[in-house]
């Protein structure tokens, strides 16, 4: 049986754009990475299609769900549920698979204390300014919104701490590359190979 994949978890702050470091990673050469798909209550937006971007279903379907204990962790965010299926992860990581979330701070400290073992992967705006203005750059909002936003975005820098790496999202191909290194660093790690070692010598 091959061995166990590795479970990898981006998150981090509202507006810091996890979902566009997370598609171009997934866009760029070289990744043997599985996106686990999450499910939602919020509405399609134009071009998202089912079960690439999300599985879209009814509030009444995801608590079914929840109930069944079919999520590896949900959240409520602004009035949806976003939610982790656990049955894809288990079977992926079991097939030798890495397995990759994209999901908000709330979601990842429950995956955090269900699968202690994930490498949880923080990120990070350069600074807090550059936040507001990309917060502010998305258009629409009024400044109670934006400042309402910052001071959740500062509550959840200071939520840094509980991961394992910090990436500073300064590039979005910059982001990507560490990314890799530390997908590849996990898999160098003296814990993780050992056993594989230790099982050649007795085969000698
Ligand atoms: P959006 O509606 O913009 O696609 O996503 C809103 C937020 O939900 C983003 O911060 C995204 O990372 C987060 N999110 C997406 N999928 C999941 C999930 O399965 N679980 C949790 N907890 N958050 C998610």
Do not use: W
């Not at 071009?47 to 069944?68: L, N, P, S």
């Not at 698979?97 to 350069?126: H, N, Q, S």
């Amino acid at each position: 049986m091959s061995e166990r994949g590795l479970l990898f978890i981006l998150s981090g702050p509202s507006g810091v754009g996890k979902g566009t470091v997370r598609k171009a990673l997934f866009e760029s050469e070289g990744t043997e990475l599985k996106y686990s798909v999450s499910m939602t209550t919020r509405q399609k937006r134009q071009g998202e299609q089912e079960g690439v971007d999300y599985f879209f279903r009814t509030r009444e379907e995801f608590e079914e769900k929840i109930a069944a204990g079919e999520m590896l962790e949900y959240a409520e965010y602004v009035g949806n549920y976003y939610g982790t299926p656990l049955d894809y992860v288990n079977k992926t990581l079991d097939e030798g698979y890495d397995v990759f979330l994209e999901i908000e701070v709330l979601g990842a400290m429950k995956v955090k204390e269900k699968v202690p073992e994930g490498i949880f992967i923080f990120l990070t705006p350069p600074d807090l300014a550059e936040l507001k203005s990309r917060i502010v750059n998305r258009g629409t909002d009024e400044m109670a919104v934006i400042d309402k936003r910052m001071s959740v975005a500062r509550e959840e820098i200071e939520m840094m701490s509980h991961y394992d790496y910090a990436v500073v999202n300064d590039q979005v191909d910059k982001a990507v590359e560490r990314i890799k290194h530390i997908i590849e660093s996990e898999h160098c790690r003296v814990d993780r190979v050992v056993e594989r070692y230790k099982n050649m010598l007795k085969e000698l």
